[in-house]
């Protein structure tokens, strides 16, 4: 249910201005939610903590102080509904402006400007040639796959010989620092692959050449930005004695590897059975890949107007997501940008050309939607909710309800259209052997 009504101004550089007014019942009503809200902290003569009505409330902080915390928590949710109730296809953030605070019995009054998805005019869009390329598994990727289960399969085996890059190192050791063992500075039976790159730098280089029962001193300087801050830019010393050098042994490549690493008889087996699913894989991917390309086909006969305002509007949206995903990972923003080594604007620069494609593509195929007047109906609908339905034990009759009462139907109703736009471009396309 919409509680808002709004009306729109279209701008140059595919910009929109809309004019927002909240009714007075909504503004009301959202008042004295807060009010309640707040008189749940506070203390008053006469009324048990939490029991104060909203009248008394406002009375006692002021109408304006309620009315602006009002506005501060539910401003987003009117906005949201003034860009469902007109429809808008919203690219980057909002420049909102808030007049004067209304009086009692008066609705409150707001304006916004965004950019929206530019309207493409489509040039011809069906039967274009398009270059496919055929599905394939060579010999290479096929030994490569084979290397990776022999890698797999290997097994750790004790040699004589000295160790060097790729073998491991079974050692002992105590790390000291001007001649004082530290915290957490010994180890016993700690098994490490030189070459790995996993210790601090320089410790594994150290042990080069070492054989079994050898002592050996290494020296080195923990790096500044070492996670324990009390050992961070110092010198210290390890007294490594190695126990054991182990070298990985791969497994012989033959009928019983084959039987071994994926139940067949014979390698010739295995190499056709890698052969079999890197074809299927790649069948995927070429289909992608050429839908991709009659998607790129369409959206460059069309005539889009493609401001560089909305462009990089679109690209601080990829580069958010993006982050916002990494975060429930654990990965914050500013440690992404160290790990990466890369700064924010450089990151943001990167995926201009990713969000130019991307609205030209959304642009092209509303374009196809209208003009072949594409609806889903009731049954694409159901079909298309039909997994999730099962995930959240309900019918895709009740998930479809309950869409349509939170106001979301209508996103899934346009994917759904651009999904089947797209179906018909490629349907209706001429593929082509590449040049």
């Not at 700690?190 to 050898?214: N, W």
């Not at 604007?345 to 003009?371: D, F, G, N, Q, Y």
Request: proline share 3%.
């Amino acid at each position: 249910m919409t509680n808002v009504t709004s009306t729109v101004k279209e701008l140059p550089e595919s910009r929109v201005r809309v004019e927002v007014q909240v009714p007075v019942e909504e503004l009301d009503r959202k008042v004295a939610q807060t009010a309640r809200s707040m008189g749940k902290e506070m203390k008053m003569a006469g009324f048990r903590k939490g029991k104060i009505p909203a009248e008394v409330v406002i009375q006692r902080i002021g109408r304006e102080a309620v009315v602006d915390e009002t506005i501060r928590s539910a401003l987003g949710q009117w906005y949201s509904e003034a860009v469902d109730q007109a429809r808008l296809a919203i690219v980057g953030q909002p420049e909102v402006e808030l007049g004067e605070l209304p009086a009692a019995g008066e609705p409150l009054e707001f304006s916004f400007e965004i950019g929206v998805r530019p309207v493409a005019k489509l040039g011809k869009y069906k039967g274009l040639k398009v270059e496919r390329r055929e599905p394939a598994a060579d010999a290479e990727a096929i030994d490569a796959q084979i290397e990776e289960m022999r890698e797999r399969m290997a097994s750790l085996e004790a040699v004589e010989e000295a160790a060097g890059t790729g073998d491991f190192v079974v050692m002992n050791y105590v790390g000291s620092i001007d001649g004082e063992v530290f915290e957490g500075g010994e180890g016993t039976d700690q098994l490490i692959e030189l070459g790995s790159g996993r210790l601090i730098p320089g410790f594994e280089e150290q042990l080069e050449g070492i054989k079994a029962g050898d002592e050996r001193t290494v020296k080195l300087a923990f790096p500044d930005d070492y996670q324990a801050e009390q050992l961070a830019g110092k010198d210290a010393e390890f007294a490594v004695t190695a126990t054991e050098i182990r070298r990985r042994v791969m497994p012989e490549l033959n009928d019983d590897f084959a039987n071994d690493a994926a139940g067949l008889e014979t390698l010739a087996e295995l190499r056709e059975d890698l052969a079999t699913r890197m074809l299927e894989a790649d069948a995927d991917k070429a289909e992608e890949e050429y839908r991709e390309a009659v998607l790129e086909a369409v959206a460059e006969k069309a005539k889009i107007d493609l401001p560089k305002a909305l462009v990089e509007a679109r690209a601080a949206e990829l580069l958010d997501r993006m982050l916002h995903q990494l975060s429930h990972q654990g990965i914050s923003r500013e440690m992404y940008f160290q790990i990466s080594g890369r700064t924010e604007e450089e990151m943001l620069a990167e995926s201009a050309e990713a969000a130019e494609k991307t609205i030209r593509h959304e642009a092209a195929l509303v374009a196809v939607v209208e003009a072949e007047a594409i609806e889903p109906g009731d049954g694409d609908i159901l079909s298309a909710l039909q997994a999730s339905a099962v995930q959240e034990e309900t019918t895709p009759e009740k998930l479809r309800d309950r869409l349509e009462s939170a106001g979301r139907l209508d996103d899934l109703i346009d994917e759904l259209s651009q999904r089947q736009a797209l179906d018909l471009i490629v349907e209706s396309a001429v593929a082509t052997s590449p040049s």
